[in-house]
């Protein structure tokens, strides 16, 4: 997982794009967000910035960071017409 880690550093700007599969991220991307859990601290921390009452901070310097995020589903609807 740190092979991952240093690639998720690497860019300015991470595309997320997947097809949305009841409602949640497929299982493989689920794996990854979860395995992301190494690059923030392990203890919480109040916010002064009005996102709520607290997080945990990152171990990297994140500010640069850019996420987009694409994601396509089909409705239950147009599924059962066929």
């Given at each position: 997982m740190?092979?991952?880690?240093?690639?998720l550093m690497e860019p300015d700007l991470i595309l997320w794009s997947f097809p949305l599969y009841y409602f949640n991220v497929p299982g493989i991307l689920k794996n990854l967000i979860d395995r992301q859990l190494p690059m923030s601290l392990p203890f919480m921390s109040t916010r002064q910035d009005g996102y709520g009452s607290g997080s945990h901070e990152a171990r990297y310097d994140m500010e640069v960071k850019r996420h987009v995020l694409i994601s396509t589903w089909r409705p239950f609807q147009v599924l059962c017409k066929r």
């Amino acid at each position: 997982m740190q092979t991952v880690i240093e690639k998720l550093m690497e860019p300015d700007l991470i595309l997320w794009s997947f097809p949305l599969y009841y409602f949640n991220v497929p299982g493989i991307l689920k794996n990854l967000i979860d395995r992301q859990l190494p690059m923030s601290l392990p203890f919480m921390s109040t916010r002064q910035d009005g996102y709520g009452s607290g997080s945990h901070e990152a171990r990297y310097d994140m500010e640069v960071k850019r996420h987009v995020l694409i994601s396509t589903w089909r409705p239950f609807q147009v599924l059962c017409k066929r």
